[in-house]
């Protein structure tokens, strides 16, 4: 980590800081409220400044960060305060960039596993899906109980009453069980796709 003046500053949100580490040539800050997950974060991560700061309410001066970074974490933040926050913090022509992965819905098996639902990130308008990367897809293998464990973590299933999300359990693990990958092994091979969108401040 540099502090040079030509060293670049980049801002990050979720699990893309090591990414992040490994291609900038200059000083990572990750935003992380959970203490919990910030310590997690710290020892995975040497060299990186973890702070404990909302997307909403950056402890940062202006025109202070060439990049901001927010991977799969979106949905969690109110955006009304979250954009101006990132362009405040973005030098000009600073990028925001937003990413997602997870399990390719449109697959049949994956939408009846994980319980179809809108993507929770759509671009504005036409002019925006100019700035939209789908990568290709690929897989993960996963066993039942990785699958059970994947489906727990996504907020859709993190902020329903706890017999809903029960309910939503043993509904992956019903069909986990009647998939025709696992007849012959213990792991079957779950789709992926990433979806990312940038903005340029002006």
Known sequence: MTDSPDAGRALSFGAVTHLIRERVPGKVVAAEL??????VLVRRNPGVLAV???????????DSFDAVAVSSAWHWMDLALT????ARV??????LGVLWDGPARDVEWVAELLDPRRDQIRPASDHADRHRLELP???????????????????????RAAEEQAETLRRVERVATDHAGFGSGTTVQLPMRCRCWRATRG
Do not use: H, K, N, Q
């Open 34 to 39: 959970d203490a919990r997950m910030r310590a």
């Open 137 to 159: 897809t690929w897989s993960m293998p996963m066993t039942r109980d990785e699958l059970a464990g994947l489906a727990s973590t996504y907020s859709a299933v993190i902020t």
């Open 90 to 95: 973005l030098r000009p022509g600073g990028r």
């Open 83 to 86: 954009v101006p926050e990132a």
């Open 52 to 62: 404990g700061a909302r997307a909403e309410a950056l402890p940062f001066v202006d």
